[in-house]
């Protein structure tokens, strides 16, 4: 009977860190061939210092379509072993095809990549101001 209360703990923590994460998030765009794939994404403390930004522009200009993230058999072990202080996540990118059609009488604001939070709050406000004298849709592509 002690021996089985000694193996109740370690066979929680066994069932506690089994688990594994995915997630998929589709942006109802058409995906290409093209695949972003990042197998060693660092987070911290659980998660709960957030990954870099990944930025896909380069691969992906037109768009993205799918983005999923998960924690892999190889993520998990090392989560474990490092006692959840290093938490490496998989993320998997899809690009889209195409580009996005806009709705019908839509104005466009592209938002330079280069550009400083003034001068994107000032093409915002112009955005908000012609959707408001035009009662139409504006796109911003950042």
């Known amino acids: 009977m002690m021996m089985r209360k000694r193996w109740v703990p370690a066979a929680f923590l066994l069932c506690a860190t089994a688990a594994c994460f995915h997630q998929a998030v589709e942006t109802g765009r058409t995906p290409s061939a093209t695949i972003v794939d990042k197998e060693w994404v660092p987070t911290w403390i659980f998660g709960l210092v957030a ?61 330079p990549v280069e550009a400083t939070a003034d001068e994107r709050s000032d093409i915002v406000a112009r955005a908000i101001e012609q959707s408001s004298e035009s009662h139409a849709p504006v796109v911003l592509r950042f």
Do not use: W, Y
């Open 51 to 111: 990954a870099p930004e990944i930025d896909t522009r380069q691969q992906c200009p037109t768009g993205v379509a799918i983005v999923e993230t998960e924690t892999s058999f190889m993520n998990g072990i090392v989560a474990i072993i490092t006692i959840g202080i290093f938490t490496p996540q998989h993320v998997k990118v899809t690009c889209a095809t195409g580009t996005a059609m806009l709705p019908p009488g839509a104005k466009e604001f592209r938002i």
